[in-house]
């Protein structure tokens, strides 16, 4: 024991408190990982052998694309799989993935994708264009409960198969012409298309490894365990410790993997923002899912070049369950949106540069700015609530903000729970669950009112909007409109010109700021701590890192 | 409450109790704890009164702040004043402390002075259920609690108590065991005495000294217990605290506003003082054994 310690103490040159914290990590938070058991830390050994430790924030739901739909899962699966085409890490345009090339007809409705001939499985398996026929089948039974389903919707007759309008798959809008040939033909031109296929509801999975452990549409079956999943991707599943890490390892079977520059990715699932940056500091991670709120003014203030803010093309927002009693009425809702002070929340609650928001999509998306659809009005808010019922607050039922553990999302909730207090004098509970189950329970409608978060899948306000469709998977609050659905799903994709599009957008987004069943609260700024060694970084605001081109260069050298 | 009859080794005619008073007035130590308990006890009774702020009441433009005149121990991020929270926190952690312990007392050393007294095939099977509950993590069957009864501060309480006695039976058996083959027992059997009178009157005073240090050493592990739940969204919730809590989210910030993690760090350490002092006095002042000097 003594000699590891004085071999973690000489290889860096560590102060006191990092050196008892190191102690007390290697004790305790990470007894059983690679911690100081060697002497040299994780992010040393790290650089040596190209291994990545990477934070992942929590444990995933799930490592199914077609049933994920969270952050940490994407940063999963990214490395696992990959669809018909990548973004590229700077300007987010599309560059080839499994297809090596496409056109496009004229009209902008036909895609015609040529597949590499050298993309194989993880398993050494050919990979060709009826692996994402069967995938694309499978992603739209219903039985399987995919909540990314609506992303198929631009592919012709792919919303009426998923609906049960047809029964005939083969009418849906794909076709492999031959092994190495896909055919897409979409409803109206969809300029985000490429795009979508990057994301991981489109991507393939292998027919004969779901087979095996249960049928296509069952959830939650085995297929995506450690030594089952097989994937298309540049890295494949090593070990799955629940709680622990996620290690996934190169993919030699890989048609970039003479490109591919890590070895082996380590995800932990570190739900404690404080334990995760004491591993940073510790050398236990080359790249965090996020920064304390408290610690970004201490790095911004010794100006630590690890610190990275970006903007982030994304919301911070709450769900209303707009079937709760008390909550069916909008004007509740109303009051509840306009007594909500973003401008407090985002210089002193938040404090890392996000920007208060009052609609749904982040300005400048695509040239989008959304409509203001409210304001901090108390005065306004009170008489709101008043005309529905609960004069000064009184009779308002208790309510409950439901959210899943972690101290940043409770410090939000303790301010806005002390404001509907203070302006609107209605008593308001909190209630934190653990990350799976916290997406349970907002799937299923069990909660009032939920804190959420919207990231961008892709760069188009098309994105933010049509989450809300009526039953939308991802839509969770109860509420459905109608003329919403039609703005967004037929008039939008319609539309002849871009600015013809975003005015449909901002109509459909008034109507949903005036409903009000979420209330916007920020836009994200990314913050990350990235160890100096971690090389090709991106910046995007979609905060997508292509682990293909990431490389780890010896801190030492 | 003891007749004198009954106080075999004692000729002055003062019962147990008199005496244990009379010898821990002697420790200064143990007074020092007890007044200090008393007035962290009636200091939570008043705070709804005598607490300067709302313990909810935010400024966030102030942020946080170190100790001022305005506020004496300072305020947390949210700007609220640390020493009513720290206040209105000792409320729900003393009272978890003393109910839970209370709850987990009165099982314990009830079930290990039967254990222990009856012996044989029910000592047998009552421990082997302690080694069961010993074996599933209790985490477990608190959560399981609160799902099925849903979250209820009271309930916490029981809860907590109702898997903290393994141990305190485990230590009362124990020494039950070796009690009931003394003379005085056998003395006492001989006499006439009923069972229960036996445990009540003579096994049950003399198993107190460990009883009573092993009961100081749970309420602080309770606490502890309940910040910890807290955490998981079973126990209390904000804008409500605790100083396991308010200690938990000091950790959070210690190197930025170390003040929000010093202030109940004290008022929790110097609670676990008063208890261990106090504890250490009654140790002696009940121990029967010690009685005659």
């Known amino acids: ?557 | 409450m003891i007749p004198n009859d009954t106080h075999i080794q004692s000729d002055k005619g003062t019962s147990l109790w008199e005496d244990a008073w009379i010898k821990l007035r002697k420790n200064r130590l143990a007074l020092i704890g007890l007044s200090l308990l008393i007035f962290l006890c009636i200091m939570s009774l008043l705070t709804p009164w005598i607490a300067p702020y709302g313990y909810e009441e935010q400024d966030l433009l102030m942020g946080a702040t170190p100790p001022s005149a305005q506020h004496w121990l300072g305020t947390d991020i949210f700007g609220r004043d640390m020493l009513t929270r720290i206040m209105w926190g000792g409320r729900v952690s003393l009272m978890v402390g003393f109910i839970a312990t209370a709850v987990a007392l009165a099982i314990g050393v009830i079930y290990g002075a039967v254990a222990g007294y009856v012996g044989g095939r029910v000592d047998a099977a009552m421990m082997r259920l302690v080694d069961i509950l010993y074996a599933l993590p209790f985490m477990i069957f608190i959560i399981l609690l609160m799902v099925v009864f849903g979250r209820n501060l009271l309930l916490l309480f029981f809860a907590i108590g109702a898997v903290e006695w393994l141990t305190m039976a485990r230590i009362v058996r124990g020494q039950v065991m070796s009690l009931r083959k003394q003379e005085f027992v056998e003395a006492a059997h001989s006499l006439g005495l009923s069972q229960w009178i036996i445990i009540r009157r003579h096994i049950i005073p003399n198993t107190l000294g460990p009883v009573i240090v092993y009961t100081t050493l749970t309420i602080p592990s309770v606490m502890l217990l309940e910040a910890f739940l807290s955490f998981l969204g079973l126990g209390i919730q904000p804008p409500q605290s605790s100083w396991g809590l308010l200690i938990n989210y000091g950790v959070e910030t210690m190197e930025e506003y170390p003040w929000l993690l010093i202030f109940p760090g004290i008022a929790l350490s110097l609670t676990l003082f008063a208890l261990n002092f106090l504890g250490d006095g009654l140790r002696d002042a009940l121990d029967p054994r010690t009685s005659k000097d």
């Open chain 1, 1 to 557: 024991m003594t000699f590891h310690f004085k071999g973690c103490n000489d290889q860096h040159q560590t102060s006191l408190s990092n050196f008892s914290l190191k102690v007390i990590l290697a004790f305790g938070v990470l007894l059983g990982l690679a911690g100081c058991g060697s002497p040299e830390t994780n992010v040393e050994e790290g650089n040596r052998t190209g291994v990545l430790h990477w934070g992942n924030g929590t444990e995933p739901q799930s490592l199914d694309p077609h049933i994920a739909t969270g952050v940490p899962e994407h940063h999963i699966i990214m490395a696992l799989m990959e669809g018909l085409m990548h973004k590229d890490s700077d300007t987010l345009g599309p560059t080839p993935g499994v297809a090596e090339s496409w056109t496009v007809s004229d009209d902008g409705r036909v895609y015609t994708f040529k597949l590499r001939d050298n993309a194989r499985w993880s398993n050494g398996d050919e990979h060709n264009a009826h692996d994402f026929v069967w995938s694309w089948w499978r992603a739209l039974q219903p039985a399987l409960g995919n909540l990314y389903a609506y992303m198929y919707f631009p592919i012709l007759n792919a919303r009426e198969y998923y609906r049960g309008d047809i029964t005939d798959f083969s009418k849906v809008g794909v076709k492999a012409l031959d092994d190495l040939t896909l055919q897409v033909t979409l409803n109206n031109p969809t300029p985000y298309f490429l795009q979508l296929l990057d994301h991981y509801s489109m991507y393939p999975v292998h027919k004969g490894t779901v087979e095996k452990f249960g049928a296509p549409d069952e959830r939650g079956t085995r297929w995506t365990y450690a030594g089952n999943l097989v994937g298309n991707g540049p890295f494949k599943l090593a070990t799955w410790e629940i709680n622990r890490a996620i290690e996934v390892e190169r993919n030699t079977f890989y048609w970039g993997n003479d490109d591919v520059k890590l070895n082996k990715i380590i995800f932990y699932p570190t739900e404690n923002l404080t334990t995760e940056e004491r591993m940073f500091r510790a050398g236990q991670l080359h790249y965090t899912n996020e920064v304390p709120i408290d610690k970004v003014e201490t790095y911004r203030a010794a100006n630590d070049p690890a610190l990275k803010l970006t903007p982030y093309l994304g919301t911070y927002y709450y769900r209303i369950n707009v079937n709760e009693p008390h909550l069916q009425d909008k004007r509740v809702r109303r009051a509840l949106g306009m007594t909500i002070d973003r401008q407090q929340i985002t210089e002193h609650v938040t404090k890392a540069g996000q920007l208060p928001a009052y609609a749904m999509t982040p300005p400048n998306t695509r040239g989008y700015y959304p409509p203001v659809g409210l304001s901090f009005d108390p005065e306004g808010a009170r008489q709101l609530l008043a005309e529905a019922g609960y004069p000064n607050g009184e009779g308002f039922p208790t309510t409950e903000i439901l959210y899943n553990t972690n101290e940043g999302h409770r410090k939000v909730a303790v301010a806005i729970q002390q404001m509907w207090r203070e302006h609107l004098n209605i008593d308001v509970k909190l209630l934190n669950q653990e990350w799976k189950v916290y997406l349970d329970s907002e799937s299923n409608g069990d909660y009032q009112i939920s804190r959420a978060g919207w990231i961008g899948d892709y760069v188009d306000p098309n994105n933010f909007l049509d989450m809300f469709i009526c039953n939308g998977g991802n839509n969770r609050t109860g509420w459905c409109n109608e003329e919403y659905d039609r703005l967004v799903l037929d008039v939008a994709p319609r539309a002849k010109t871009h600015d013809a599009r975003m005015a449909i957008f901002t109509q459909a987004e008034q109507m949903l700021m005036d409903d009000m069943p979420v209330l916007p609260i920020y836009t994200y700024t990314t913050k990350h701590l990235v160890h100096p060694s971690v090389k090709n970084l991106s910046e995007n605001i979609l905060d997508q890192q292509s682990y293909r081109e990431l490389y780890l260069e010896g801190s030492q050298d």
